[in-house]
């Protein structure tokens, strides 16, 4: 019987005692229980020194420890930790209720059974999961989430493939955006959102993203780490970014709905005995799913999401941009000891002054902007063939100087000396991968020709005879030749101790 109805056999068994002065035996047959339990009720209310006013306005839990002190068989048997126990099970995928017990009943060994000890728990979680309903606020939030089931489809060369469906949700609408792209990168996430505030057309003040690594790097209660890209969008747009916590639907319920209603049991049945092949058709095909869907009427009240959209959320929004966002890749780099950062195996240069600082780089389809303290550095040209791009400005000036050497320089430079030299020249640089590895060379030849032009000419001379192509032989030489006297000078060394050439005969 249920406690309260107890409460009202107690309450009625003390007025018809002592507000009719009926005897024990009456009041039995009267409220059909037992004299026992009458004499029993009658007791207590003596010994507490009870009247009936009193009984009537009493709580009912407090009435039954009155009438009933030893009615908790487990008053004098500790509880078991309940936090203790929610976190083990949610940070060990292996605990199990049984042994939290068992090590439950080694420090209580008359502790509560097995059963008691789950209803505990049971109980525990049930006052976890206590909801309030919040109202929302017109236009305010679009939440922002990735539908866990793909649509999958085969392609015009018969490939089997999968589509990632992405959803967004507006206000006290509830009003959907579906569109489907190829994978869950941040490029596709980051142009999802575009794309829907444009179908939406305006601006909600608050964006709420599931922590997809789109919009959240690092998830955090309190100080989440935003994807820069994204972080860049929402202040394009002029709104505010609050995402959901970790592994907290509730934060963003009306999308989860959505996901459910509208893409797994609208969207994804409509659509399983369609012949699409390709991310188009099937984005075709969506946006008039979404039409019908938007358009059937509530069940439990007046309208349609498309008529709240139309009369309370889309006067709420902010207005769009004069154009949309230009969606771009944000990156973080370190300058490099040679003055250049890396993006898409390319490099570009920076001022060297930042030599092992980070730079922020945003990368277009045409350009590649260096960004360091808020501040736009450089502008580069994009480059999809050359490995390097290099401003003069960016380099120390011993290098500027350097810079202005190549292959040509040195060639024109050769032939201005003789053409041995020439074919010298063109011999160092003949089947040399990087030209630049040639440079120190050509400016060893420079050097010997500023200090004996003669003397190079008929080192390289010599080179050229043999295919020798050195600058460490041609160098040799020189120096042999710069020491050895002239013909005028020659003079017959006379030894005794010289062996003759009929001694190696």
């Known amino acids: 019987m249920a406690r309260s109805l107890e409460m009202n056999f107690i309450r009625e068994i003390v007025r018809l005692k002592y507000e009719m002065n009926f005897s024990q035996r009456e009041i039995a047959k009267s409220v059909g229980k037992s004299r026992d339990s009458v004499s029993n009720v009658l007791k207590m209310v003596s010994v507490n020194n009870l009247d009936y006013k009193t009984i009537v ?12 002190p030893n009615s908790n068989p487990y008053r004098d048997i500790p509880e078991p930790d309940l936090e203790y126990i929610d976190k083990e099970l949610k940070t060990n995928k292996h605990m199990t209720m049984m042994i939290l017990h068992e090590e439950y009943l080694k420090e209580n060994p008359n502790g509560l059974k097995y059963t008691q000890f789950c209803e505990r728990y049971r109980d525990y979680i049930k006052t976890r999961k206590i909801s309030m309903h919040v109202e929302r606020k017109s236009g305010e939030r679009m939440e922002i989430d990735w539908v866990g089931d793909k649509y999958q489809y085969i392609d015009n060369f018969g490939n089997k493939c999968k589509a990632c469906l992405f959803v967004t949700t507006l206000g006290r609408s509830g009003y959907p955006y579906v569109e489907a792209f190829p994978n869950q990168k941040a490029i596709s996430f980051n142009q999802g959102i575009i794309n829907a505030l444009q179908y939406y057309g305006g601006v909600p003040k608050i964006f709420v993203p599931d922590n997809d690594k789109g919009a959240v790097i690092k998830a955090s209660k309190y100080e989440p780490i935003f994807n820069p890209t994204f972080n860049e969008i929402v202040t394009y747009y002029g709104a505010v970014s609050i995402p ?17 209603d509208v893409v797994e049991r609208y969207i994804l049945l409509k659509m399983r005995n369609m012949n699409l092949h390709s991310i188009a058709e099937i984005n075709k095909v969506i946006r008039s799913l979404l039409k019908e869907f938007v358009n059937k009427p509530f069940q439990k009240k007046e309208g349609s999401r498309q008529s709240v959209f139309d009369n309370e959320d889309k006067p709420a929004l902010l207005p769009l941009p004069s154009k949309n966002y230009e969606l771009f890749d944000i990156v973080m780099c370190k300058v490099n000891i040679d003055y250049h950062i890396e993006y898409d195996k390319k490099y570009y240069s920076v001022p060297y002054q930042l030599i092992g600082q980070k730079v922020e780089v945003h990368a277009r389809a045409l350009t590649i902007e260096i960004w360091h303290n808020n501040t736009r550095i450089y502008t580069h040209q994009r480059s999809y063939k050359n490995s390097y791009t290099t401003i003069n400005e960016h380099m120390p000036k011993n290098h500027q100087t350097y810079n202005k050497y190549n292959q040509t320089y040195f060639k ?14 063109c011999g160092l640089f003949n089947g040399v991968i990087v030209e630049e590895i ?48 002239s013909s005028n000078d020659e003079i017959p060394i006379i030894n005794n101790n010289i062996r003759g050439k009929n001694y190696y005969k």
């Open 438 to 485: 040639r440079y120190r060379a050509c400016l060893g030849l420079m050097n010997l020709a500023r200090s004996n032009k003669k003397i190079l000419i008929d080192a390289i001379t010599l080179c050229n005879e043999n295919q020798t192509y050195s600058f460490h032989t041609c160098n040799e030489i020189f120096k042999r030749l710069l020491k050895a006297p």
């Open 57 to 68: 306005n009493m709580p009912d839990d407090k009435l039954i420890k009155l009438i009933y």
């Open 412 to 425: 024109t430079w050769a032939k201005t000396v003789s053409n041995d030299v020439y074919l010298f020249v």
């Open 244 to 260: 959901a916590r970790v592994r907290t639907p509730k934060d963003k319920p009306n999308v989860e709905k959505s996901v459910f």
